[in-house]
Structures are given as structure tokens and as C-alpha cells.
């Protein structure tokens, strides 16, 4: 992947990219920390469902809004401000812990912050296409996610361990976050060295191979606006929506991830509520080390398929790719997590390297697809839908395994069951392809 750092614009987005999800794993592993762990605060399966849910639902709401931000700002311009602003949201925050203000404060506080990190993910999707050549998609798209992905990982398993190191207790936590406010400082002035424009969005770029989509308009906001009618804000909102529903490879691209999202967060579930089984026999340390191995092994996953996945993708194309990476989803995951629960832990290390190898071979070839065959003029948008149906599939998954409790181990046949069906079906669907969406994946190859 050496060819893909000579690009100076992708070496910044990259860094970028890396050093704010090193603060937003940090703001999230040092409130967990803090709060999900102690046993003093105890939650039920339905309450950790409903805390994601509730993590991820400020940009399910601003997410169209967001994207159509994307697709009309420079996106340099908004992944700096997004940093700047996380970085002052980090700055009340800790204060926030420090003093032991209420939840009610705190709690806006941390959810804001998390949208803002959305959108950030948003612009840097839309962005990577601007800065490689179209060979290059894949590759750049196994680094900068999977590799981002990574990093968070690594930050939220350290910042607990960091806090403890600096002490106990609220004081320890604020410091966590403070280090995350740096970060997004660094992250700030990093992007900022970028041209101005070498983002995007170019709004005149040729539609010849692309959709509004593969060659066909856009959608109802262009057939207002060659008309000269303006287009009217919920149009130019929805864009994204109606855009991804109508071009079949991309929404097809979008569900296989969203499929992986839910099976992940099933087994985050069930991991979560082991570990806290084990609190009363072996202490709140031994459970956090459980939930931190299993974590960290799942990054070194991904680290490793960042590796694999791009030649995976040039070499069967990354339709393929992503179905492959389905099918091993649904296979492994549910037979290692119920041998975990049934028989020893050593299944789960032994299955945590498989969700971050199989993620980065769905998330480059669909990636890659989504970048192909949507045009670089509302693939903000698109993208902005694409995240919103990733925090719903989590969500959908953590609610599918509270609802499997204490049947977990027929809930995880379940599980396997659909996800390889789902796997075999998207193989398939690489014959519906259309010859321009043909054309358009191929020249990522």
C-alpha cells in the first residue's frame, strides 16, 4: 500500500481520519470506563440495547442533513470544524465528570459528540475518492476505515487502563477525555494542510459511468433543477435515500455491511453480559479484561484484513469479496461465540480475529461499490444514509440478543442461519449488475 501514501492529500486525510478516532475511542473507553463497569451500576441486556440506541440516534436524526452539509461545503472545511467543535464538546465534558455533574447534562454532552464523529466518518468516506486514482479505491478503502476502526479499538480498550494508571475514580476519567481534546486538536490542524478544494465535492463532475447514478440522472431534485425549477430542501435532503433505494449494487453493497453490523452486535451483547456474570466470581478487573482481550484481538482482525481485503477485492472482484466475507460472518461468529458460552473462553479469542477479518472484506468491497457507482455530487448523502443504517443494524442486533436471553445458543443458529443465506444470495446478485455499474466496479479493480 506504499503507492497509496505518495498521495499527499490521502497521507492527511489518513492521519486525520486516525487521530480523531483515537479521541473518539478515547472518549468512549474512558465514559465506559467510568460507568458501564463499576459494579455499582449494573445494566440489563435491554438497557445496554437502548444505550446504543440512544448513542446512535442524534445522527440518525441530523444524518440526512448532514450529508447533503457534506455534498455543498468543502469537506475540508467541515472534517476541520467537526474536530474543532469535538474538542470543545471534550473540554465541558470532562468537566462534566470531574465535578460529577448530573446526566442530564452530561449526557447531550456525549451524544452531540457522537454525531459529530458521524459526520466526520461521513466526509471522510465521501472524500477518499477524491485523493486515489479509481485502481486505488480498494486499497485506500481497506486502510483508512479498517485502519480507523483499528486505532478506535485500541483507544477505548487503553482508556480505561489509562484512567486507572492515573488513579481513580472521576478525576482519572477527565483525563482520559482532555487527551481525546488534544487529539481532536491535532486532527484539526492536519487536515487543514489539504488544498482547499482537492476534497470535493466537485459539483461538475461527469456523470458518463455514474448514478445520480450509472448514467442515469440523479433523481427527482436534477429533473427539477434541469427544468429550472429549484430543487426544494427535503428533495436535495433525501437525495441520498431515494438515490441508494433505486441503484441495486450500491443498496445491496450497504445491506451486506449492515447484515455484519447486526451479527456483531448480537455477539457485543452477549459478550458484555458474560463478562458482567463474571463480576461477582472474579471482579470487575477480570470482566473488563475479558471484554478488552476480546476487543483487541477483533483489531488485530482488522489490521490483518486491511492487509488481505484489497487483494481479496482485485482478484474476485469486490462483490465477491463482501459475500465471502458475509458468509465467513455468519459461519464463525455464531458457532465460536456459542462454544465461548458454553464451553471455554479461549473460543472467543480464538473467533475475535474473524469480526475484524471479515469487516474489512465487506467494508472495502462495499465501499468500493458505493464509490463506483455513485456520483462524487450527492455521494455525501449517500454515505450519510450508509451510516445510519449501520447504527440501526447494530442496534437491530443488540436487540435481537437481548430478546434471545437466556435461549442465546438458538438465537445464534438463527443468527448463522440468515447471514449465510444473505451471503449466498448477494453472490449471486453480481449477474443484475447493469452494464454501466459493471463498468464502473471493474475500473476499481
Given at each position: 500500500?506504499?503507492?497509496?501514501?505518495?498521495?499527499?492529500?490521502?497521507?492527511?486525510?489518513?492521519?486525520?481520519?486516525?487521530?480523531?478516532?483515537?479521541?473518539?475511542?478515547?472518549?468512549?473507553?474512558?465514559?465506559?470506563?467510568?460507568?458501564?463497569?463499576?459494579?455499582?451500576?449494573?445494566?440489563?441486556?435491554?438497557?445496554?440495547?437502548?444505550?446504543?440506541?440512544?448513542?446512535?440516534?442524534?445522527?440518525?436524526?441530523?444524518?440526512?442533513?448532514?450529508?447533503?452539509?457534506?455534498?455543498?461545503?468543502?469537506?475540508?472545511?467541515?472534517?476541520?470544524?467537526?474536530?474543532?467543535?469535538?474538542?470543545?464538546?471534550?473540554?465541558?465534558?470532562?468537566?462534566?465528570?470531574?465535578?460529577?455533574?448530573?446526566?442530564?447534562?452530561?449526557?447531550?454532552?456525549?451524544?452531540?459528540?457522537?454525531?459529530?464523529?458521524?459526520?466526520?466518518?461521513?466526509?471522510?468516506?465521501?472524500?477518499?475518492?477524491?485523493?486515489?486514482?479509481?485502481?486505488?479505491?480498494?486499497?485506500?478503502?481497506?486502510?483508512?476505515?479498517?485502519?480507523?476502526?483499528?486505532?478506535?479499538?485500541?483507544?477505548?480498550?487503553?482508556?480505561?487502563?489509562?484512567?486507572?494508571?492515573?488513579?481513580?475514580?472521576?478525576?482519572?476519567?477527565?483525563h482520559v477525555i482532555q487527551v481525546a481534546c488534544a487529539v481532536w486538536v491535532a486532527a484539526a490542524l492536519v487536515i487543514l494542510r489539504v488544498g482547499p478544494m482537492v476534497l470535493g465535492p466537485h459539483p461538475d463532475e461527469a456523470d458518463t459511468d455514474l448514478?445520480?447514478?450509472?448514467?442515469?440522472?440523479?433523481?427527482?431534485?436534477?429533473?427539477?433543477?434541469?427544468?429550472?425549477?429549484?430543487?426544494?430542501?427535503?428533495?436535495?435532503?433525501?437525495?441520498?435515500?431515494?438515490?441508494?433505494?433505486?441503484?441495486?449494487?450500491?443498496?445491496?453493497?450497504?445491506?451486506?455491511?449492515?447484515?455484519?453490523?447486526?451479527?456483531?452486535?448480537?455477539?457485543?451483547?452477549?459478550?458484555?453480559?458474560?463478562?458482567?456474570?463474571?463480576?461477582?466470581?472474579?471482579?470487575?478487573?477480570?470482566?473488563?479484561?475479558?471484554?478488552?482481550?476480546?476487543?483487541?484481538?477483533?483489531?488485530?482482525?482488522?489490521?490483518?484484513?486491511?492487509?488481505?481485503?484489497?487483494?481479496?477485492?482485485?482478484?474476485?472482484?469486490?462483490?465477491?469479496?463482501?459475500?465471502?466475507?458475509?458468509?465467513?460472518?455468519?459461519?464463525?461468529?455464531?458457532?465460536?461465540?456459542?462454544?465461548?458460552?458454553?464451553?471455554?473462553?479461549?473460543?472467543?479469542?480464538?473467533?475475535a480475529p474473524s469480526i475484524g477479518l471479515t469487516y474489512a472484506a465487506i467494508r472495502v468491497g462495499s465501499d468500493t461499490v458505493v464509490q463506483s457507482v455513485i456520483a462524487d455530487r450527492i455521494r455525501g448523502r449517500v454515505f450519510s444514509v450508509y451510516d445510519?443504517?449501520?447504527?440501526?443494524?447494530?442496534?437491530?442486533?443488540?436487540?435481537?440478543?437481548?430478546?434471545?436471553?437466556?435461549?442465546?445458543?438458538?438465537?445464534?443458529?438463527?443468527?448463522?442461519?440468515?447471514?449465510?443465506?444473505?451471503?449466498?444470495?448477494?453472490?449471486?446478485?453480481?449477474?443484475?449488475?447493469?452494464?454501466?455499474?459493471?463498468?464502473?466496479?471493474?475500473?476499481?479493480r
Amino acid at each position: 500500500m506504499r503507492h497509496l501514501l505518495r498521495h499527499r492529500a490521502f497521507r492527511l486525510l489518513l492521519s486525520a481520519r486516525l487521530l480523531g478516532q483515537i479521541g473518539d475511542g478515547l472518549l468512549q473507553g474512558g465514559l465506559v470506563g467510568y460507568s458501564l463497569f463499576s459494579p455499582e451500576k449494573q445494566a440489563t441486556a435491554w438497557g445496554i440495547a437502548g444505550a446504543f440506541a440512544l448513542i446512535g440516534m442524534p445522527y440518525s436524526v441530523l444524518g440526512p442533513f448532514a450529508g447533503l452539509l457534506v455534498d455543498r461545503l468543502p469537506r475540508r472545511r467541515v472534517i476541520a470544524a467537526g474536530n474543532t467543535i469535538r474538542a470543545a464538546l471534550a473540554v465541558a465534558i470532562s468537566m462534566c465528570v470531574v465535578r460529577d455533574a448530573s446526566y442530564a447534562l452530561l449526557l447531550p454532552l456525549v451524544l452531540l459528540a457522537l454525531a459529530v464523529n458521524r459526520l466526520q466518518l461521513t466526509a471522510h468516506a465521501a472524500s477518499i475518492a477524491c485523493t486515489v486514482h479509481a485502481r486505488e479505491r480498494a486499497e485506500a478503502n481497506a486502510l483508512v476505515p479498517t485502519l480507523g476502526s483499528a486505532v478506535s479499538a485500541g483507544a477505548t480498550v487503553a482508556a480505561p487502563v489509562l484512567a486507572r494508571i492515573w488513579g481513580e475514580g472521576a478525576a482519572a476519567t477527565g483525563h482520559v477525555i482532555q487527551v481525546a481534546c488534544a487529539v481532536w486538536v491535532a486532527a484539526a490542524l492536519v487536515i487543514l494542510r489539504v488544498g482547499p478544494m482537492v476534497l470535493g465535492p466537485h459539483p461538475d463532475e461527469a456523470d458518463t459511468d455514474l448514478p445520480g447514478s450509472a448514467g442515469q440522472p440523479a433523481a427527482a431534485a436534477t429533473t427539477k433543477a434541469a427544468s429550472g425549477q429549484p430543487p426544494s430542501m427535503a428533495s436535495q435532503v433525501w437525495l441520498g435515500f431515494t438515490t441508494l433505494r433505486r441503484v441495486g449494487s450500491a443498496r445491496r453493497a450497504v445491506t451486506s455491511l449492515a447484515l455484519h453490523r447486526a451479527v456483531f452486535g448480537f455477539t457485543l451483547l452477549l459478550t458484555i453480559m458474560h463478562a458482567r456474570a463474571q463480576i461477582k466470581d472474579s471482579g470487575a478487573l477480570t470482566s473488563l479484561a475479558l471484554v478488552a482481550a476480546v476487543g483487541g484481538l477483533a483489531a488485530a482482525g482488522t489490521l490483518v484484513g486491511a492487509v488481505v481485503a484489497p487483494r481479496l477485492a482485485h482478484r474476485i472482484g469486490p462483490v465477491r469479496a463482501s459475500s465471502a466475507g458475509l458468509l465467513i460472518a455468519g459461519t464463525l461468529l455464531p458457532l465460536g461465540w456459542w462454544l465461548g458460552l458454553t464451553a471455554s473462553h479461549v473460543w472467543f479469542y480464538a473467533s475475535a480475529p474473524s469480526i475484524g477479518l471479515t469487516y474489512a472484506a465487506i467494508r472495502v468491497g462495499s465501499d468500493t461499490v458505493v464509490q463506483s457507482v455513485i456520483a462524487d455530487r450527492i455521494r455525501g448523502r449517500v454515505f450519510s444514509v450508509y451510516d445510519i443504517v449501520m447504527n440501526t443494524s447494530l442496534v437491530v442486533g443488540l436487540c435481537a440478543a437481548a430478546s434471545s436471553l437466556p435461549q442465546q445458543s438458538l438465537g445464534l443458529l438463527v443468527c448463522g442461519l440468515l447471514i449465510t443465506a444473505a451471503a449466498a444470495h448477494y453472490a449471486r446478485s453480481e449477474r443484475r449488475l447493469t452494464d454501466a455499474e459493471r463498468l464502473a466496479i471493474s475500473a476499481a479493480r
